[in-house]
């Protein structure tokens, strides 16, 4: 069937599978199968267009027990919504007990397999095998993706049926299992969208206070009504990672109607989502979060979603456009900064006006654009009032307003480290305000936070932390945070998720709990930058390979976006959570940034470039 392979990489001879491209039914692999002997690799469909739908083939009278396995396999990579061609792989009580839904087992190669050869086996009325690989990923039942390692082998068993004579498996391993490629052709990543419910409110440009949309992936099936799917998801919860710092606004209970099978919106562009009773009498402000909610979820879907009104029973709850779900909620990929901020040659906060037409520095008004510190690094809060700067030795932590006149003061932040290396990483701001840094000084090494960017440290806990922390990004949602760590020589990527706990009028208690690689496959992380919801732009190397820059997402996975274009020698990078904005890099003493779909341009020279946080 394709590239995947499993077992010795020998590939074995593949069951019939039906493609169909524009309604154009294909058929591949139909060689015969073997009777006997062990089948080497479970080969996985090529890298096709995704909306290639793959059909499976049903058992044929007088397969082996290896076709059967065969056959069972690659109908787990079908598009059909219960595997129905699949349950005719197994026997009446393993159809009933199989559930293909809690679980997706991801291995680099498809799945091999080794066949029990212990006596004349296929000769009697029972058949062993083991399927084998190397694991990629799982994805468990709430669609949650993590990667993982190590070996799979789990046990396939197989018996004739007394009356037909056929095989068929009646012990097979729960959820679903296939190649790395199978799986980027069938599954696709969608953000859905809940509130912050740990950070408190809001409030954009002086607007009213608004709860932060906070992102959290999943993975659906890409040609099984993914629309219903990512509702489904939606209304049943967020996943076990985010569960302890976000709120749905759905009330508990809630689901489609009994008689909702499938969601698609009208010509106009409107989805009406039917709800079962437990929706019934929400309340405006409540039905307009749970709208708001499905809107960001369903934007890069098709078709496309610019309205969305809820229902139960025959009453309308509520209708809600596109346009004024903005006003709801805030969301880090809806604000767009003003400014793109660096250090000028004169070790000054500098900007020019965010986007591609920029190109001409000003200095930003306040103590921090007129030199009263010598910089090597900063940060701007994300309402562009007020900067944080690291001084050249990384010893020293100042903050200063970007208003006319301000006078700088001393240090907020001294570290003790003895080298520059062994001292203050750069900081950020996070969507309240409050400024976060570490002190990488390893008599001491700490993950700090600052409240408004004043008054004492609040060291910040990190159970499960192994290593010491080397740079520190704060999401735009305020309840996740990326850090590069390093341990044993190795930098990684790690993202966490942050709980606040504390009594009002005292200090904050702030942890960083789970925190999970989103980088496994590089040895050497130098740089990250927030570029979206929830995804990275990543600056780092495999082991014994050269560096690159790459997207990650959260939880570990691959975006389908676009590699940027390649650029030697990156030292620092900078993206914002408004993916229109282009990804702007300081490399071999030059800022450059790179629009979309072209090659990287100079734009001036300077250091440390950062979009606001």
């Not at 509702?231 to 749905?248: A, D, H, K, M, Y």
């Not at 004024?324 to 000028?344: I, K, N």
């Not at 922390?469 to 990684?492: C, F, H, N, P, T």
Request: proline share 7%; glycine share 10%; charged share 25%.
């Amino acid at each position: 069937m394709g590239a995947d392979r499993g077992g010795s990489g020998r590939r074995a001879p593949a069951r019939s599978v039906a493609y169909a491209v524009c309604g154009v039914v294909l058929l591949a692999g139909c060689a015969s199968m073997p009777d006997s002997g062990d089948l080497r690799g479970v080969d996985s469909t090529p890298r096709q267009d995704p909306q290639v739908r793959v059909f499976a083939m049903p058992p044929r009278d007088g397969d082996s027990p290896t076709e059967i396995v065969q056959g069972f396999l690659e109908a787990l990579t079908s598009n059909e919504p219960h595997y129905e061609t699949a349950r005719q792989y197994l026997t009446g009580e393993a159809a009933r007990t199989w559930e293909p839904e809690r679980s997706t087992t991801v291995l680099a190669g498809g799945p091999g397999t080794e066949s029990d050869h212990s006596g004349s086996r296929e000769e009697a009325n029972d058949y062993s095998v083991t399927l084998t690989g190397a694991r990629v990923a799982t994805v468990d039942a709430q669609q949650s993706y993590a990667p993982t390692d190590g070996q799979y082998r789990e046990p396939v068993h197989l018996t004739r049926d007394g009356k037909s004579g056929q095989w068929r498996i009646d012990a097979v391993p729960q959820g679903v299992i296939m190649g790395k490629s199978d799986f980027q052709r069938t599954y696709m990543s969608v953000n859905k969208y809940y509130f912050a419910s740990n950070t408190g409110p809001t409030t954009q440009a002086g607007t009213s206070a608004q709860p932060a949309a906070v992102a959290d992936p999943v993975y659906v099936r890409r040609l099984v009504d993914p629309m219903t799917q990512v509702v489904r998801s939606l209304i049943s919860g967020p996943t076990s990672l985010l569960g302890p710092v976000v709120r749905s606004s759905f009330p508990t209970g809630t689901a489609l109607a009994e008689n909702v099978d499938s969601l698609t919106p009208d010509d106009h562009n409107k989805l009406t989502v039917r709800l079962n009773d437990e929706a019934a009498g929400v309340g405006a402000g409540k039905c307009d979060e749970m709208a708001a909610q499905l809107l960001f979820t369903l934007q890069n879907l098709t078709p496309v979603v610019e309205e969305v009104e809820l229902r139960s029973g025959r009453e309308q709850l509520c209708s809600l456009t596109e346009d004024r779900a903005e006003a709801v909620a805030t969301r880090g990929s809806a604000q767009r900064p003003d400014y793109l901020y660096f250090v000028d040659d004169e070790d000054r906060l500098v900007r020019i006006a965010a986007g591609t037409n920029g190109t001409r520095p000003e200095r930003v008004p306040g103590a921090l654009g007129e030199g009263a510190a010598a910089l090597r690094s900063v940060a701007v809060s994300r309402d562009e009032h007020s900067a944080a700067g690291i001084g050249l030795d990384n010893k020293s932590l100042y903050v200063g307003s970007l208003v006319s006149g301000g006078s700088l003061g001393d240090p907020v932040l001294v570290s003790r480290g003895k080298t520059e290396a062994d001292r203050l990483t750069p900081p950020s701001w996070d969507a309240q305000g409050d400024l976060w840094i570490a002190d990488r000084n390893p008599a001491d090494p700490r993950l700090l936070l600052l409240e408004k960017g004043a008054g004492a440290p609040v060291e910040v806990r990190t159970p499960g932390l192994d290593g010491r922390v080397q740079a520190v990004r704060v999401a735009a949602d305020g309840v996740r945070i990326a850090l590069i760590v390093e341990k044993d020589d190795e930098r990684s990527l790690l993202i966490g998720r942050i709980e606040r706990d504390g009594k009002a009028g005292g200090p904050p208690a702030v942890t960083v709990v789970e925190p999970r690689s989103a980088t496994p496959e590089l040895e050497e992380v130098t740089a990250m930058s927030w570029a979206g919801d929830s995804r990275l732009v990543v600056v780092g190397r495999e082991r014994g390979g050269v560096q690159q820059i790459g997207y990650v997402q959260v939880d570990g996975s691959t975006p389908e976006a676009s590699v940027p274009a390649a650029l030697t020698g990156v030292k620092e990078i900078a993206a914002t959570e408004d993916e229109r904005l282009p990804l702007v890099a300081y490399s071999e003493d030059l800022i450059v940034r790179l629009p979309s779909g072209l090659q990287w341009q100079k734009v001036t020279e300077g250091t440390a470039p950062v979009y606001p946080g």
